[in-house]
């Protein structure tokens, strides 16, 4: 009898409450390497992302717009392993949710304003470069330092709106539509009118601009590397001006790769969230989502591979010398020629 009792126990999230959700069986190795994978995995994110905050952050050369608009990218990766990865490997493993409904709200917020600042500052980059690129001599005026702090709260601030909204929405409906949910889940169901709304400003909308803008930066981009090849085959000295052109175009081609990994992750996300279900704690959206939040320990491995400045000041950083007086303001740029 007793064993019958402790069975009854294991097979709902809340015994003691009638209406509470079935809760999912997994054996004791399944657990146990869930737990240590999805551990490592969010450690990784937030000791990854934490160097490239620190980086920009002590560094004063690298204060720059450019590198302000990845610090910022790199607050929502940190967001996303330090709270996000946690607590739904906490909710995919145990397969329900212990922390009431509250909790659940702010969670859902939090993560979508995770995803939808991330989309955020990829414009951002977008514009960033578009600017650096076609329209080099107009960007010192355009792209202040300034004017990117402003981008950047308008940024969080909006997506923070956008999400509580989006939240608030989905639980009316749900409460209004809905009377067979369980206790013990934590998904969130939105009515059509969302979905369109949604699928507008965090699909559509920077989709678009991203694409356009990065079609018309290679564009000249490969333009610029035409005419600097036929100054060196024609034996003529490259100016600032042209290597500086070069530089920039760098820039583009490493930020483009970053907006690619994000976008190969988010449009099949996307895309799948609206022809099947809205309930996203489906395996296969469950699956997905993970991938994003993935997607945020690999940003900090592009910086590694493709900026020199980043390499220089995480070395900087894990030898202590950023301790050492007046460290923030070594030029880390002038260590790189």
């Known amino acids: 009898m007793a064993y019958e009792t402790e069975d009854h126990e294991n097979l709902y999230c809340f015994p003691a409450i009638n209406s509470?959700?079935?809760?999912?069986?997994?054996?004791?190795?399944e657990y146990n390497f869930m737990y240590v994978f999805f551990s490592l995995l969010s450690a990784w994110t937030v000791f990854l992302?934490?160097?490239?905050?620190?980086?920009?952050?002590?560094?004063?050369?690298?204060?720059?717009?450019?590198n302000l608009i990845i610090l910022s990218l790199a607050v929502a990766d940190l967001l996303v392993g330090l709270?996000?990865?946690?607590?739904?490997a906490i909710k995919l493993i145990e397969t329900c949710w212990y922390f009431g409904d509250t909790l659940c709200d702010l969670f859902l917020i939090i993560m979508g304003l995770a995803l939808s600042t991330s989309i955020c500052n990829l414009v951002l980059i977008a514009v960033d470069r578009y600017v650096a690129v076609c329209h080099p001599l107009l960007y010192p005026q355009k792209i202040t330092t300034t004017r990117t702090l402003i981008s950047i709260c308008l940024c969080w601030f909006f997506s923070f709106a956008y999400n509580t909204a989006y939240v608030i929405s989905?639980?009316?409906?749900?409460?209004?539509?809905?009377?067979?949910?369980?206790?013990?889940?934590?998904?969130?169901?939105?009515?059509?009118?969302w979905i369109v709304v949604d699928l507008f400003f965090s699909f559509l909308f920077p989709l678009t601009v991203i694409i356009t803008l990065y079609l018309r930066i290679f564009y000249v981009a490969h333009q610029q590397v035409k005419v600097?090849?036929?100054?060196?085959?024609?034996?003529?000295?490259?100016?600032?001006?042209?290597?500086?052109?070069?530089?920039?175009s760098k820039a583009a081609l490493t930020l483009g790769i970053i907006v690619t990994a994000y976008l190969t992750c988010y449009i099949p996300f996307y895309i799948l969230s609206l022809t099947s279900s809205?309930?996203?704690?489906?395996?296969?959206m469950t699956f997905l989502i993970w991938t994003l939040y993935a997607n945020s320990g690999i940003n900090p491995v592009v910086y590694a591979l493709f900026y020199r400045w980043f390499k220089i000041s995480v070395?900087?950083?894990?030898?202590?010398?950023?301790?050492?007086?007046?460290?923030?303001h070594l030029?880390?740029?002038l260590q790189i020629m």
């Open 331 to 333: 030029d880390i740029l």
């Open 20 to 29: 509470s959700c079935i809760k999912g069986k997994r054996s004791i190795y």
């Open 315 to 328: 070395k900087h950083i894990l030898t202590l010398k950023i301790l050492k007086p007046a460290s923030s």
């Open 49 to 66: 992302n934490l160097l490239v905050i620190i980086s920009i952050s002590h560094f004063k050369k690298l204060h720059t717009p450019t």
């Open 170 to 193: 989905g639980r009316y409906f749900e409460s209004s539509q809905r009377t067979d949910t369980c206790y013990g889940k934590c998904y969130l169901i939105i009515g059509f009118s």
């Open 228 to 248: 600097i090849n036929s100054m060196m085959k024609g034996g003529k000295c490259l100016k600032e001006g042209s290597m500086r052109r070069k530089s920039e």
């Open 83 to 88: 709270i996000v990865m946690p607590v739904d």
């Open 278 to 284: 809205t309930i996203i704690s489906s395996a296969t």
